[in-house]
């Protein structure tokens, strides 16, 4: 039987993948982490990690027993809720959604949960990819996402539009040359959101987004637009992320010829019932995007 106690330490260690900062969420010492974690592999009888000086990688035994914890905590959380009862205003409420999208329904999450304190919010903010994969393996009860979902397990609604802007430095032109000259700030989204608006406004000259020099990335929604604000390159997001940037004045959403909006989409798993908090969550959503 696989140690609780350990198990914990283990996927504490692999969302911080700090020995220190794990030691101190768990009031441990870091001696008293590693002696965990050598004890759980002892239970397997193969290493669970490869360590590199104070960072290390999970080795393929590692990943196993990380999907594992994961799918324990999902199974906890759901016999913990059903138990509880489906109570409207108490229990997990379980979002995926772009970065952008995160700040812009966050705070009103944040709200609903004040109003509420038995609800319990965790927001996950990652690409359209990585948002379908979660909503498929559970580890996310609604996801919100920009392309249609071709998945029979999957169930999509639609919410809205969200508008996508060229952004540039304030002082900058927007024309072909003068993005080519600035490169492009990439983001998880960066390659799906550019070329559907180079495509429409940049034809014939826009054939792929290997011609133009990538000038940065960064995974981080809060901060895409610094270096655009810096002068350093331009990028494409949301009208939701420009809105939420606080030095509006520092960078130019370019006039198109012809704008583009995106779909926005609610997907859910097909065949699973969710508990009715989630009613709460989706008139939040419905006043987001019309």
């Given amino acids: 039987m696989i140690n609780p106690v350990f198990l914990r330490t283990f996927m504490r260690l692999v ?26 592999e002892a239970q397997f009888g193969k290493p669970l990690l490869h360590r590199h000086g104070k ?10 027993v990380y999907r594992y914890g994961l799918q324990q905590a999902e199974a906890e959380s759901e016999l913990i809720n059903s138990i509880a009862g489906d109570d409207l ?5 379980k979002v995926a959604c772009s970065g952008s999208m995160a700040m812009q329904l ?6 609903l949960q004040k109003r509420f304190p038995g609800l319990r919010v965790s927001v996950e903010a990652a690409p359209n990819a990585a948002i379908i994969e979660r909503i498929r393996v559970n580890q996310s009860d609604i996801g919100i996402v920009t392309q249609p979902v071709q998945d029979p397990k999957l169930r999509q609604e639609q919410l809205g539009q969200d508008a996508l802007c060229l952004l540039v430095p304030a002082q900058a032109e ?17 390659h799906h959101y550019a070329i559907q608006l180079l495509e429409n406004n ?6 792929g987004m290997d011609q133009i020099t990538q000038s940065g990335y960064i995974n ?3 901060q895409i637009l610094l270096p655009v604000s810096l002068g350093l390159g ?27 909006n995106e779909t926005v989409y609610l997907i859910t798993k097909k065949h699973r019932t969710l508990p009715a908090r989630y009613q709460l969550l989706r008139e939040i959503l419905a006043g987001q995007w019309h």
């Fill in 15 to 40: 969302k911080t993948n700090h020995f220190t900062q794990t030691a101190q969420l768990l009031n441990m010492t870091q001696p008293g982490v590693s002696q965990h974690i050598k004890k759980l």
């Fill in 55 to 64: 960072t290390f990688e999970l080795t393929s035994v590692g990943e196993s």
């Fill in 89 to 93: 205003h108490t229990g997990d409420c």
């Fill in 106 to 111: 966050y705070p009103a999450l944040l709200k």
């Fill in 174 to 190: 927007a024309t072909w040359d003068a993005l080519l000259q600035l490169g492009f700030i990439d983001h998880p989204d960066g």
């Fill in 202 to 207: 940049f034809a014939p000259q826009f054939v």
């Fill in 220 to 222: 981080q929604l809060s």
């Fill in 234 to 260: 331009f990028t494409v997001l949301q009208q939701s992320a420009l809105d939420a940037f606080p030095h509006p004045d520092r960078i130019r959403s370019a006039t198109l010829a012809w704008p583009i």
